[in-house]
């Protein structure tokens, strides 16, 4: 493995991507396929192997999920291609799924297609490689890095050799549990969730240094945490070694293996305090020599963000259309780059066509650099868009219908999977997320404070729909009922994230004691923003208004809507959003811990 980690350092000069692709390591894929098949490959250690390329089973049989990193969200055109290509050839339902932590979800893979799919975007820049398995997961930062008004400089280049330093290493192949890092550049308005990563990297300048904060220890599920701060200022040489420090305390904390459920770094901090744990991290460095990142930064080969010329307003239509000037308001904001548009697409459910991948790929080359950003609200930007263009690129993204307003506000709703695919699921969390945003929109409230508000969802406890950040968030749950069992949601109230820092970042307040049948949760969700919006004072946040308010008052409100009618009545509170048959809690095993 060493030699493996030396190989992909070196090729990183020269790759078409952040993370290089290595031939070998499909070659051994394909191999370990035919021998698991034949039964010369025992189960255990196979899975293991597969988890590390990037493939994971599906709560479906004989169906794979193929999960492919972004870092920092960043796919070419040529990336965004690649990926239409693979679900083409390898994806029955045609299409793909952006997540929380800006990866690219493709489901329903056979377990031996896998290997051409992986040179399919291999030859495009893209990687699967520890996409899933005890390593480091997917580094994410903001789709606005390096043209944000509120960042101190643009952290891609140090995120860049952050992660392939950390691909392949010998230290981050079998932690004790998954590694997630984060790297920001605005340290008073986190917009890249750094309170709830395992490391967080936020920009800061000392004495005319470039340099970063560093938080570790944060983390949702049944644990909850915002990380704590390690260092308040790393130098940018010598952010590397801290960074191996730290995984070297985790991958040697052999207590935490004792039970996977609880071996994030977050509960080995909790066990003996964020000084103590500064003590080992400093023992560590004492041992590391000094790691230049400067060799492992560079992107140019790449993407180069050439933007487009600015030019004169083209000829516009006299009265703009009413749907256009909703899209502008919601959709678009300004870069520090004068005259330069950032634009995010809303992506219902974060799910993309086919088809819409190529189209994608086709629209950023016109108006953009040729790349986009994937983005944790499960969306896309579009940057350098120059504003003369922006009647035409709506115009193009209507036709690809991508081209709706109401980017990151309460109606984009945030969901992960759910049982539509994960064997830990519980509920229908993507079918749930469809009938809040179709209900919202239906019945749209003129409120611009409601408004601003954001609704997460995730399937089961663990968090990947981020519902612990939201203003109003679930997680799936199952409750009786008097014919049987009921698909059911535990309500999280006063998340907040993205406009204040990451110290200030708040997790949602969890109502006690009630569960929300699945099919009455739209109707809650409207409830919850009439009151806010009735009895709100002016200018008031939601969050201060909960407070303000009492959360007795609120789980007042909550709990009519978790009544369940006597039997008889109301049947379909027994069925799942978008299924056909009656619920049964069917609650797989996990890969996530292997």
Known sequence: MPERHQESLDLSNTSNGIIPFVEQEVKEYTERVHDFKNGSFNEAPFMSFRLHQGVYGQRQPDAQMFRIKAPGGILTGKALEAIGEVIDKFCPFKKGHI???ENIQLHHLKLEDCADAMRIIGKAGLSTREACANTVRNVVAPPSAGVSKDELFDIIPYMTAYVRYAVRHPLTQNFPRKFKTSFTGSPNKDNIMSAIHDLAFIAQIKDGKKGFKVLVGGGTSIMPRIAQTLYDFVSIDEYLGVSEAIWQVFNQAETLRKNRMMARIKVLIDRIGIEEFRKLVEKELSNISKIDPSPLMATDNIYTETPPLLSKPRRTPKKLPGAFSNWM??????????????VYLTVPQGDLSKDQFFQLAKVCRIYSTGSVRTTQEQSIALRWVPESLLFDLWKDLVDIDLGKPDAHTISDVVSCPGTDSCKLGITSSMGLGKAIRENLILNATNDPQAKKLHVKISGCPNGCGQHHLANIGFHGAAVKGPKGQIPAYEVFLGGEYGTVSAEQTKYGQRIPRIKVPAKRVPELVSALTS?????????????DFLDRTGMETISSIVKLYSEIPPNGAANNLYMDWEKTILYKLERGEGECMV
């Open 99 to 101: 997540t929380t932590r």
């Open 531 to 543: 009151f806010y919006s009735a009895n709100r004072r002016d200018n008031e946040e939601f969050n």
């Open 329 to 342: 308001a919601t959709n678009v904001e300004s870069q520090k780059q004068a005259g330069y548009k950032i």
